[in-house]
């Protein structure tokens, strides 16, 4: 049985995500059609895993995107070529 993707379900997301072990403030979470996506920026690739991971295993019914970027912490070691 599919979970029905409603602003409840939306506010438990947003909920787990605040509280607890995850802990991140700039998380969003978006319906879009059959889905919810996750948005926002973290510090690290591991971090994104970590956040999408128990987001899924809490929510095993409801078909989960991790759209999280990788916030730059530190100052490029390249120069970046703009053609």
């Known amino acids: ?27 969003t979470v978006q319906r879009r059609e059959h889905m919810l996506v996750l948005g926002g920026e973290v510090e690290s690739a591991q971090r994104r895993d970590e956040i999408c991971r128990q987001i899924t295993e809490h929510f095993p019914d409801v078909e989960i995107t991790c759209d999280i970027g990788i916030t730059r912490a530190q100052a490029p070691t390249e120069v970046e070529e703009i053609s």
């Open 1 to 27: 049985m599919s979970t029905q993707l409603d602003e409840y379900l939306e506010a438990e997301v947003q909920r787990l995500l605040t509280d607890g072990r995850i802990a991140e403030l700039g998380i």
